[in-house]
């Protein structure tokens, strides 16, 4: 069992930035792939972003490459995602989710059992 906890979120103008953190508690939890999904108004949640349980690969969303970042640090149990270059597309509430896949990193919500509450993030232009 997973327990994860968002934080960070809040509100910044067009190309500001922001960091997204989310805390994992659990005995295993270091040994899980960790990823990000937002969901905006009036829309299906998507994928935005993964780590492997080791920090060794990630995987990006295209709208958001070479603008968000993943990292985690398994000695506290943390997975952070910095958003640079933010655009009003990306307002949403961003979800962090736990899960397993023998095949690398997935980025369809089913390769994730454990989801958190999501944090808000508003963009205005």
């Known amino acids: 069992q997973v327990q994860l906890l968002e934080s960070g979120g809040g509100s910044v103008q067009a190309g500001g930035s922001l960091g997204l953190s989310c805390a994992a508690s659990g005995p295993t939890a270091s040994t899980y792939d960790m990823g990000w999904f937002r969901q905006a108004p009036g829309k299906e949640r998507e994928f935005v972003a993964a780590?492997?349980?080791?920090?060794?690969?990630?995987k990006y969303a295209d709208p958001v490459k070479g603008r968000f970042a993943i990292s985690r640090d398994n000695a506290k149990n943390t997975v952070d995602l910095q958003m640079n270059s933010l655009k009003p597309e990306d307002t949403a509430v961003y979800y962090c989710a736990a899960g397993r896949s023998p095949w690398g990193l997935g980025s369809e919500e089913y390769f994730y059992d454990y989801w958190g509450q999501g944090t808000q993030v508003a963009v205005s232009s």
């Open positions: 780590i492997r349980w080791s920090g060794g690969s990630t």
